[in-house]
């Protein structure tokens, strides 16, 4: 898959076969969207071509939105690889991109610099100057440009029935579970491991701090979860708490993850840790030793519903 970091940049020799939008988790309903593109790119010998925008155009135009992304740059790039993508066009979306008219948009963009074939779009799309242009507007500028629009309808994207606010909702309730179901992959976030207060290690419990790298990524509800990281190409199972750390005195909120059976020092390496299962809130526990109690059964829980040995 080729990338391009803004419009202007793009070439190709071949018609493109075009679809655009945000994309924000690549769910599965997205990738039902994106495999018509690469399957009608095919039949028509052209290129698939993926226009989205960093930053999210709501985080531009809504100030005060604290609204989070379900991936960063480099996680939406690879899920997007994935799926057969030629080419992806990651543009800088600013005030000035979001004042083009619509027909300055499918001229200036759609037709000189993609040299669209066909535009596959939902039935709901809006674009141009303040979101006003819709479908039929986008079909009289395919008759005047020579390209053809295919519409996903209603019906074809409420069989899927994914947003993703419904993803984002389900993560900070903490539903792991649900979110990959939307998804198709287990969520993840990835950061630098960190020395912390070593406290964990004092109660035979010693966690990797994780500094997360994407200041703008989703971080779901505090609580234990089941989660997962691959080290050195090897899957690693472990027990992950995101919150304060109350029955300590903690005040900021942290992620930390407690590997089972593993002992060697990852300090300042980079890891992607995956959500598989949330336990239990983040509870303040009336001493230390009640904590180490509680955590030695979360550890067999975990191993349990990972079918791993609790020894």
Known sequence: MKIFHTIQSFSSFKQSIVTIGTFDGVHIGHQKILNLITKSAQELNCESLVLTFFPH?????????????????????????????????????????????????????????????????????????????????????????????????????????????????????????????????????????????????????????????????LIPSIGVYIAKSYIKGKPIYGMMNIGTRPTVDGSNQSIEIHFFDFKEDIYNQEITVTFLKRMRDEQKFESIDALKAQLNKDMINAKKYLNLSSN
């Open 57 to 217: 155009p709501r985080m531009v135009l809504q100030k005060d939105t604290e609204m989070k992304q379900l991936n960063s740059v480099n996680e939406k790039v690879e899920l997007l690889a994935k799926l057969g993508i030629d080419n992806l066009v990651i543009h800088p979306f600013d005030k000035d991109f979001s004042r083009l008219t619509a027909e300055e948009f499918v001229k200036e963009v759609l037709v000189d610099i993609f040299r669209v074939k066909k535009i596959i779009i939902g039935y709901d799309h809006r674009f141009g100057r303040n979101r006003t242009a819709t479908i039929e507007d986008l079909n009289s500028f395919g008759k005047k440009y020579g390209f053809e629009v295919e519409q996903i309808s209603a019906e074809q994207i409420n069989e899927v029935a994914i947003s993703s606010t419904k993803i984002r909702n389900a993560l900070l309730e903490g539903n792991a579970e649900i979110a990959a179901s939307y998804l198709g992959y287990d969520y993840s976030l990835t950061g630098i491991v960190s020395k912390g207060k070593q406290l964990g290690r004092t109660i035979g419990f010693p966690t990797a701090n994780i500094k997360i790298a994407d200041e703008n990524k």
